[in-house]
């Protein structure tokens, strides 16, 4: 019987002229709605917390672990990040799945949809797809 990994997505989140603190707030309020999906949420660890902040550097600057268990669930989150970034000026969403990255930053809802479905379209067919035969 095949075993099906959970596939992990790196969220590093930001908005223009955002401290640490913010960074915290914002990947707090996105975790939040992609646990809503089903996703297993937690923040990325980053090494030493800033000067002058608490412990847990990782959700200061903004970057969170996402895992998912079944591939379809990938576009739902996606989604939600899409949606969440949708119409707030200045903010932004990297995203990485095994070292390959996108940037969803300043670009119209029909922009960021196509940049999304080339990029899993990319991944889908590449070389890395391969492993999972």
């Given amino acids: 019987m095949a075993h099906t990994a959970a596939l992990r997505l790196v969220l590093h989140v930001d908005e223009e002229g955002a401290d640490d603190e913010r960074r915290a707030e914002l990947a707090e309020g996105l975790g939040r709605e992609l646990r809503e999906l089903d996703a297993a949420v937690s923040p990325l660890?980053?090494?030493?917390?800033?000067?002058?902040?608490?412990?847990g550097g990782a959700v200061a600057l903004g970057a969170l672990l996402v895992a998912v268990a079944q591939p379809e669930l990938v576009s739902a989150v996606l989604a939600a990040v899409e949606a969440w970034g949708a119409g707030r000026a200045g903010r932004s969403v990297r995203i990485e799945i095994?070292?390959?990255?996108?940037?969803?930053t300043g670009l119209s809802a029909k922009d960021r949809r196509r940049l999304i479905d080339s990029w899993l379209e990319r991944r889908s067919t590449g070389p890395d797809s391969e492993r999972d035969t």
Avoid: L
Wanted: no cysteine.
């Fill in 98 to 104: 095994d070292g390959d990255s996108i940037e969803v």
């Fill in 45 to 55: 660890g980053g090494g030493e917390a800033p000067e002058g902040t608490k412990s």
